[in-house]
Each structure stands twice: as structure tokens, then as C-alpha cells.
């Protein structure tokens, strides 16, 4: 990889209208960012990397960090990290094999910032949470730039 940023713009949305009002700003050439594990890999892999105008790190908006009870369901955030779901009393009791194959991804360092939708939204084949999370009959919401809220299965 060259000495050249993949990106010149970074911001930190509080929201999630931020975040959607930031994509549309940048009319494609901007991307989400949580972990970032496996945007600096592939980055690192390419000799001529993919190169955007912004990153939006989606780490400072609380609900995308958020494990809770909701009625029926647990609501896990966009940016929940593998070590939170780890750590999490309410998915060890409710989720323990969620908790086991975030587990065994990369080391302590990976866990620590690698995001649980981060694999999802990647959909790489050594993705083990998103595994559980097929078994568990998980949707996910997802946020589009019309302000449409759509719940998808994983």
C-alpha cells in the first residue's frame, strides 16, 4: 500500500439522521465505519486501495452501541463490538452461542473493535457471529438515505 489516506474526510455523527444526511452529502463516495478490521485489511491487501472522499464512524451514536431487552427481541447496535457481546449477562443467558462464536474471532485486539455488524454488513464467508445469528432468526434493521426503516433477515 502506498503512502496515500483512503479517505480525506472523517466525521463522528451523534445520530442516525446524521450519519444518513452525511452518505447522501457525499452521493456515494463515503463509507460507514465502525471496527474498520476489515476496511484496514483489505486496504492493506491491495496495492492500489479503493479510495473515498469520508469515512463516517457510527461509534459515538449511542443506540448503534446499545444490547438491550426489547419486548420479545434483543436489539444489539450496528457498532456493538465482538467483546461487548462477549461480555453481555443478556446474551450469555439469552444468546450463548452468539456469545461462543463472537468468542473465537481473531484474537483480543480484533475483538476489541471489530463490530458484530460490521460482519454482517460484509458477509464474509469467516463471519462466525453472523452464523448464530441465521440460527437465531435475526433481522436486521437497515437505514436508508429516504429516512425508510426496513427490517431484512440476516
Known sequence: MTGMSIWSDYHL????????ALLAQYKGN??????G??????ARAEEEPETYQALIDITRILELRAVQKQEDAIVLGAAVTHTEVIHSALLEAEATCLVESC???GGPQVRNVATLGGNVAHALPAGD??????????????????GIREWLPV
Not at 478490521?37 to 483489505?42: F, P, R, Y
Not at 457471529?129 to 429516504?146: K, M, N, P, Q, Y
Open 13 to 20: 455523527p451523534a445520530s442516525v439522521d446524521e450519519a444518513l
Open 30 to 35: 463515503a463509507r460507514i465505519i465502525a471496527g
Open 37 to 42: 478490521t476489515d476496511l484496514l485489511v483489505g
Open 103 to 105: 468468542g473465537v474471532i
Open 129 to 146: 457471529g453472523t452464523i448464530s445469528l441465521v440460527a437465531l432468526g435475526a433481522e436486521g434493521l437497515v437505514a436508508w438515505s429516504d
